[in-house]
């Protein structure tokens, strides 16, 4: 089921979509349909069903959401969970509505069980009680899987769903308040840097243990997922439980990735842990047997990951000052 025709890339500015851009105009076989945010809001039913009827995609990749660190999720939990779940209304719906019968949705690992059982597997989905922090994107997440599925049992078209971890790479979000561990760890190690800083205090103990994806596998994963043919993917998944976990399916210590940034950053200094600071959850691995099974494995080491991550940061440094200072 080669991807061929217009590909709707949407959320083609963010970390994900960038990478998929990227790795879609390099095979060079289908043309690529973006729009930024001025030029189409999600969030606006009207303004996607016009979208939409003039277009005529044959095949939608979402990988439009809004995302952030734990205190911007427990800050502003109204604004995740309203805002997800109208993207993906309005996306999947009026893809439907226009005839594409190809669909991938991106969604995030933070829709199992706070308490789910190591490696999480993708039969783990509503089995207990999420993260508080972060249920309500959580919870809009879950609901593109099954809206996802509902379109596929009652409309017989083909939309999949692929669950990645935790992800980096460039474009990523290095906002200091808002963005997640890596970003926020790599900014912190380059600041002390150049600031000749003589430690860089981590929180927690450094015991926790967290899965990476280097983005560019998440975009390659995506792709291979999306070509799978349907009886292949229907024999790995089920009408109800369609969605596929994309990871590593191997785990750092915080201590160990904050020790690799310091080597791939520069910083000579100590690092030192604040165990007066919470750990949060122990550990957090996803099960890709499903996804390997079906032939696909990530090949970026994280610490060539990091490198070409720090890479893009120093290229992009000013810029990414000029946001944070907003």
């Not at 089921?1 to 994900?16: C, L, P, T």
């Not at 971890?165 to 912190?188: C, K, Q």
């Not at 191997?250 to 310091?262: G, S």
């Amino acid at each position: 089921m080669k991807i061929s025709g217009k590909v709707y890339v949407a959320g083609h500015r963010g970390m994900v979509g960038s990478a998929l851009v990227r790795q879609l105009q390099a095979r060079g076989d289908c043309e690529v349909i973006a729009r930024a945010h001025r030029e189409l809001d999600l969030t606006d039913q009207v303004a996607v069903a016009g979208f939409m009827q003039k277009e005529k995609p044959d095949v939608v990749i979402l990988a439009a959401a809004k995302v952030g660190g734990i205190w911007a999720n427990n800050t502003y939990p109204a604004d995740f969970i309203y805002e997800n779940l109208v993207i993906e209304a309005n996306v999947i719906h009026q893809a439907y509505r226009n005839g594409v019968k190809r669909l991938l949705f991106l969604g995030s690992s933070c829709i199992y069980p706070k308490f789910a059982e190591q490696p999480m597997r993708e039969e783990a989905l509503l089995t207990g009680v999420l993260e508080a922090t972060n249920e309500p994107y959580a919870v809009a997440k879950i609901a593109g899987i099954k809206l996802c599925e509902s379109y596929n049992r009652q409309y017989g078209v083909d939309y999949r769903s692929v669950m990645p971890t935790n992800l980096y790479g460039p474009h990523d979000n290095f906002h200091p308040e808002n963005s997640h561990v890596i970003p926020a760890m790599m900014r912190r190690f380059h600041e002390a840097k150049l600031n000749n800083a003589p430690e860089v205090v981590v929180w927690g103990s450094g015991r926790p243990m967290r899965e990476f994806l280097h983005v560019d596998d998440m975009a390659a994963a995506s792709l291979f997922v999306l070509e799978l043919d349907a009886a292949a993917y229907r024999a790995n998944t089920a009408p109800m439980l369609s969605h596929i976990n994309v990871g590593t399916g191997k785990d750092v210590t915080i201590r160990e990735l904050a020790e690799t940034m310091a080597k791939v950053v520069g910083f000579q200094g100590q690092i030192r842990f604040d165990t007066t600071k919470p750990d949060g959850t122990p550990r957090k691995l996803m099960d890709v047997s499903r996804l390997a099974g079906m032939g696909w494995r990530a090949s970026i080491e994280l610490e060539p990951g990091l490198q070409d991550t720090y890479a893009w940061f120093l290229a992009h440094e000013g810029e990414l000052r000029g946001k944070a200072s907003h």
